[in-house]
Structure formats: structure tokens, C-alpha cells
């Protein structure tokens, strides 16, 4: 059973920049297709980013109000995948959750594709 765990939550002013961690030892060997959820309070779970680990680096996905602000990527000698957050907003506030599941990543990142999940962390942002 594949564990996923994620650090590097925490707090930043808008404008600012965190980076999340995704790990797991096997999470890129196994897992084809790694994503990053949020789920603000009293909103549903949303997809934010996702990478295919296949081939050494894959094509990314990301959902338009991150795109050109979030990067994600993987590193497979440490089995970890990054979500880099800059520019943040207050809007960016969430729990942020990563999951992995055996096939493909798609364009829209549903958490119903996905099979399994970390336990979240926190990112606040203040204005």
C-alpha cells in the first residue's frame, strides 16, 4: 500500500512563495500519475496539479487559476514530488492533500481518479 505524506505547509503573506512535499518510496515507481488537491473550508476538494512520474518526468497539469504561479515536479532518486507555490493568494488557502494512482494522469484532475492519499497540511495566506 503506497504511503504518501506531505510537509512544507504553513503560513505566507500574499505574494509570498511555499513549497509542499510529496513522499513516498515508492510513490514514483509505482504511482503513475501524482497530483495535489486542495480543500478549502466549506468548498469541495479541487484539483490544483498533477505530473505523470513515467519516464523519468512527465507531462504537468494544472488548473487555470494556478497556472503560471504553482510548478510541480518530481524527484525520483528521493521519491518525492514538489508542488513550488509562488504569487500566493489569499484565495490559495487550503488544506492541500497529494495522491497518486497507477494510470496516466488526465488534463482534469478529479479526485475520483485518484486512489490514494496523503493526510494534508495546511497553507495559509494572509493579505
Known amino acids: 500500500r503506497p504511503a504518501l505524506v506531505e510537509s512544507g505547509g504553513g503560513s505566507a503573506q500574499a505574494g509570498g512563495s511555499l513549497r509542499l512535499s510529496c513522499a513516498g518510496s515508492t510513490l514514483t515507481s509505482i504511482l503513475r500519475c501524482v497530483a495535489w488537491f486542495r480543500q478549502a473550508p466549506g468548498k469541495g476538494r479541487e484539483g490544483v496539479a498533477a505530473v505523470d512520474t513515467g519516464g523519468g518526468g512527465g507531462t504537468a497539469y494544472y488548473r487555470d487559476s494556478v497556472k503560471g504561479r504553482f510548478a510541480i515536479s518530481q524527484n525520483n532518486a528521493n521519491h518525492t514530488v514538489y508542488l513550488q507555490m509562488d504569487s500566493l493568494k489569499p484565495e490559495d488557502t487550503a488544506i492541500y492533500s497529494c495522491?497518486?494512482?497507477?494510470?496516466?494522469?488526465?488534463?482534469?484532475?478529479?479526485?475520483?481518479?485518484?486512489?490514494?492519499w496523503g493526510q494534508g497540511t495546511q497553507v495559509t495566506v494572509s493579505s
Open positions: 495522491a497518486g494512482r497507477y494510470g496516466i494522469c488526465h488534463a482534469v484532475i478529479s479526485p475520483t481518479d485518484f486512489d490514494w
